[in-house]
């Protein structure tokens, strides 16, 4: 409906050619007159007023077809468009990782566990009077190891040759309390060269190494160890002991001893 009377209006404004200047001429002949007038007939005055008001309603129409066109002609407002200004993004601020001085390394725990048959060196080496034996080429000296426990235990040989061997038994014994256990041997010549034997006799555990024929030990120092567990009890080493029997170029030899603690 609204959109029909605003079409109907643009088209009679754009129609409509008013005559200014037609219209000024004839007002200003209407009111340029003699200063006394004769009293018209009713009729004429009659047309004369209509004939003004008909201008006066053809100027109020032109003049509202203008306004009119004007209204239908000038465009619309565009809605003013809201530009929002992105904030300025704040720099990340990285949150400093937290420092945790480096961990000091741990000493890894002994080999020797409980029931472990995993060889451990020997860490020391004995004293000279602590279980020596010397007897030709040969000396050798017993000792307990300083990782051992109640409830295992590790016993160390060293022994040395200044002269190579052709022939070499080893034997250590541990005597049995009743809760003896073999967890295992050690040594450092090779393993191939041996014949590595765990056995009881005679109220013992004996650890046995035999070199094995055509091998031949080179003159230099050596370590040997038997390891085993002992049960829940404090156990003395004095019974236990060790005895080596050699053969060179120089002939036999023996020696022997017993096991002390490390100092």
């Known amino acids: 409906m609204n959109e029909d009377i605003t079409r109907q209006l643009r088209e009679a404004a754009e129609a409509h050619r008013p005559d200014r ?3 000024l001429a004839r007002v200003e002949r209407g009111m340029a007159g003699p200063a ?3 009293r018209a007939r009713p009729f004429a005055r009659s047309g004369t007023r209509v004939a003004l008001a008909g201008l006066a309603a053809a100027g109020v129409l032109a003049t509202g077809g203008l306004a009119v066109a004007a209204i239908v002609a000038a465009p619309s407002p565009s809605p003013s468009a809201t530009v929002t200004t992105p904030a300025t993004p704040s720099p990340a601020v990285s949150s400093p990782r937290p420092t945790s001085p480096r961990p000091t390394p741990v000493a890894p725990a002994p080999a020797t566990t409980l029931g472990s048959s995993r060889p451990t060196p020997p860490t020391t080496s004995p004293s000279p009077s602590a279980g020596e034996s010397q007897n030709g080429p040969l000396w050798s000296a017993g000792s307990l190891d300083s990782r051992s426990t109640i409830y295992w235990t590790q016993s160390n040989l060293a022994l040395k040759t200044t002269q190579p061997l052709t022939s070499l038994t080893i034997e250590i014994r541990i005597v049995q309390t009743g809760a003896v256990k073999n967890t295992g041997t050690w040594q ?7 014949t590595v034997t765990v056995q009881e006799a005679d109220g013992a555990l004996v650890y046995r190494w035999v070199l094995k024929p055509g091998r031949t030990v080179p003159a230099a120092g ?3 160890a038997a390891q085993f567990n002992n049960g829940t009890a404090v156990r003395s080493a004095a019974g236990d002991g060790y005895r080596v029997d050699a053969q060179g170029s120089g002939g036999s030899a023996s020696v022997r001893g017993g096991f002390v603690p490390t100092r």
């Open 188 to 194: 450092t010549l090779p393993s191939d060269d041996f």
């Open 222 to 224: 050596f370590e040997f």
């Open 36 to 38: 006394v007038r004769h």
């Open 21 to 23: 200047a037609q219209m």
